[in-house]
């Protein structure tokens, strides 16, 4: 995994004084149990080397171990050397002390997580939950806790690979590849934008059922969709009352470029009967675009209505004044 911390090897054994070695690196509110140190004491030849920061002598993970060393009377001890970054030292010393020896208490894991997220804020929740043994849930929780945390737009995965924490960024971009691509598999996909199969299945899915790449809250119920189905219809109905054919209409008309005004209102009114029978036709490579073209036109018709708004209120100012 590119750019998490990098595991020692045996090829950088060394051998090491005792009194040399370092505390200081452990996640462990209470850096030693004494009761634990003399258990491995008994054991001390079938323990793994003791690992160390190698630029500052800094145990990383093996407190307990170097402790039984002591109380054996031992002047050397075996070692894994770490070359790395001290920060990367401290994200090894959690992810081994997560793995075997003393269990960590939750509340030293979740201190744990807050500081690499506070030296990693670019990590994933999940590859901070990885390495300190919690849920990304969990870190996501403690992240939005934690005011000196930024909240990044865009967080590294545990493959070492970038994605956007907003979801509906994620669809917007595996909808284009889809348009982009129309024949790949979901798999294919998946690693040109770094996601899951699965999420490029849904929206694949969601496309082909003309329907928005990313999930709304609509009712699941039965109940609450016959409702949205009758307020589709009211909808529909209060549209056609509302028709007007700007075309004729004198007010408009007598404005400098009515002409021109009153043929883009009507050129422009869209009801369902222009694309219900084309909707299952229009090919997959085209559907993100209209998408984005619909919304876009959505987005422009919501300003022209608020802009309207705020001149009527100014005008009945006027006129009560």
Not at 33 to 57: G, M, N, Q, Y
Not at 173 to 183: F, H, M, N, S
Not at 238 to 243: I, P, Q, T
Request: charge should be positive.
């Amino acid at each position: 995994m590119s750019d998490v911390a990098r595991q020692t090897t045996a090829e950088l054994s060394g051998e090491m004084d005792v009194k040399l070695l370092k505390l200081g690196m452990s996640p462990r509110f209470s850096e030693q149990d004494l009761d634990h140190a003399k258990a491995l004491a008994h054991r001390f030849d079938e323990c793994p080397p003791i690992v160390v920061e190698r630029s500052t002598s800094t145990v990383i993970d093996g407190v307990h171990r170097l402790l039984a060393a002591r109380l054996l009377g031992r002047s050397k001890v075996i070692v894994n050397f770490f070359d790395g970054t001290h920060d990367e030292a401290y994200v090894e010393a959690v992810r081994a002390n997560i793995s075997h020896g003393k269990p960590l208490t939750l509340a030293e894991r979740e201190a744990a997580a807050k500081k690499i997220l506070g030296m990693r804020s670019d990590w994933s929740d999940r590859l901070v939950g990885s390495i300190c043994g919690l849920s990304g849930k969990t870190v996501g929780r403690l992240r939005k806790s934690t005011e000196e945390i930024p909240q990044l737009m865009v967080r590294v995965g545990r493959d070492g690979r970038q994605r956007p924490t907003n979801s509906s960024q994620l669809r917007k971009e595996i909808a284009t590849a889809l348009g982009e691509r129309p024949d790949a598999n979901s798999t294919e996909i998946a690693k040109t934008v770094s996601t899951s199969p699965t999420t490029v299945r849904d929206v694949r899915k969601r496309i082909e059922r003309g329907e928005s790449f990313t999930p709304s809250n609509r009712p699941k119920n039965a109940a609450a969709r016959n409702a949205n189905r009758i307020d589709d219809v009211n909808r529909a109905s209060a549209k056609e009352e509302l028709f007007v054919n700007w075309r004729t209409d004198s007010a408009i008309l007598a404005l400098s470029g009515g002409e021109e005004f009153a043929k883009w209102l009507d050129e422009t009114n869209v009801t369902s009967s222009h694309w219900e029978p084309v909707l299952a036709l229009i090919p997959i490579g085209r559907i993100p675009k209209l998408i984005e073209h619909a919304r876009s036109s959505a987005l422009e018709w919501t300003i022209l209505a608020s802009s309207l708004e705020t001149r009527f209120r100014e005008l009945n100012r006027r006129i009560r004044g």
